[in-house]
């Protein structure tokens, strides 16, 4: 077995480290497993992992926290502690994820020290995005990289940035925010040319949608092919970047002026309210009802279904996701509007 290099404390038996994690800490107390997108709230991949011992299930608990978000520095402190009852900290891509995951609540030192102990880069790690920038700016190895996905970090390195500041920028510049969806209730008409405008997945492909987005919001499934000019782009789910994905390698010949990913915070707990992820929508429009802005901002909203949609988007005629929990997205979509309505000098929205 061996040593916790991160010496996290006694170790304890599975069971004991499995209730501790279920009554230290409220909110993250239960992490349930994912089913076809959906929480299930009957099953806790940290049980399973405890059942089997297996790094596979060790792996599986890594990758529903991450895809959820609903994990803290203290989660990963104790299922740290179980990987190394378990002799599991001999495999680099277990330690490679974990440390992507502290790297995004913040836990710096506990990312260095886990670097470590890994000892040299392993190809493992290719695939954690986030991870790579910060062993490259803090003197760590990284696995040899060839000349497009060198492309694709410096990129990053240069244009990642932070969501409320992408949106900020943008904002105070500006007094009119358009978020525009792909319903068939989509009306240009009652937007400005010079509105914030804020975009979704293929868009460009919406007849109902004219002009260039300021903010394309898409899925991590998007193909690149389909930007549209310099816009800022944002990416749903929890950071992409942080979690095991090659999307990092589609910015080799990218032409988007930043590149930004929504916080942690909103998207986990919309997932909880949701039991299942948020759309693109959603969550672009709780993400402003965070942001404080300007009072004199004018807002419309338009291309929203008021009740669970029968299509995903208007241009593609695709019947509607059941990932998501679209009679519980209306009313968290109301609850947003009512935020921003506060929030803005005025409020324009068509939906239906």
Not at 113 to 142: C, D, V
Request: glycine share 4%; with cysteine; proline share 4%.
């Amino acid at each position: 077995m061996l040593s916790n290099p991160l010496q996290i404390g006694k170790s304890r038996g599975l069971s004991a480290v499995t209730r501790m994690l279920r009554l230290s800490a409220p909110f993250f107390s239960v992490t349930p497993q994912l089913s076809n997108g959906l929480l299930d709230l009957n099953v806790d991949p940290l049980q399973s992992f405890e059942e089997h011992r297996t790094a596979k299930h060790a792996f599986s608990y890594l990758n529903t926290v991450a895809t959820t978000g609903l994990f803290s520095r203290q989660t990963l402190d104790q299922f740290y502690e179980v990987l190394s009852i378990e002799g599991h900290c001999i495999h680099k891509h277990l330690l490679y994820y974990l440390a992507s995951l502290y790297l995004q609540v913040g836990e710096n030192d506990r990312v260095r020290q886990l670097l470590m102990s890994t000892g040299a880069a392993s190809p493992e790690m290719s695939w954690f995005a986030a991870l790579m920038l910060y062993a490259r700016r803090n003197g760590f190895e990284i696995p040899i990289q060839n000349v497009d996905d060198e492309k694709c970090l410096e990129f990053l390195e240069q244009r990642l940035i932070d969501s409320a500041s992408a949106i900020s920028e943008e904002i105070v510049a500006n007094s009119s925010v358009a978020i525009i969806g792909n319903a068939p209730s989509a009306n240009m008409s009652i937007c400005a040319d010079d509105d914030v405008s804020f975009c979704f997945n293929n868009y460009t492909c919406n007849q109902r949608i004219t002009g260039t987005s300021v903010f394309h919001v898409v899925t991590p499934s998007w193909e690149l092919g389909q930007s549209a000019g310099e816009s800022r782009l944002f990416i749903t789910g929890n950071n992409i970047f942080h979690r095991r994905s090659r999307v990092w390698r589609r910015f080799s010949d990218c032409q988007y002026q930043s590149v930004s990913c929504f916080p942690k915070e909103l998207w986990s707990r919309l997932y909880l309210q949701l039991k299942a992820p948020p759309s693109a929508g959603l969550l672009m429009m709780s993400c402003l009802s965070e942001i404080t802005f300007p009072d004199d901002v004018a807002i419309v909203v338009t291309g929203f279904s008021e009740s669970t949609p029968l299509v995903n988007h208007d241009y593609d005629r695709v019947p509607a996701s059941s990932r998501h929990n679209w009679d519980e997205e209306a009313f968290q979509r109301k609850v947003a509007l009512e935020i921003l309505q506060a929030k803005a000098a005025s409020l324009h929205c068509i939906t239906g």
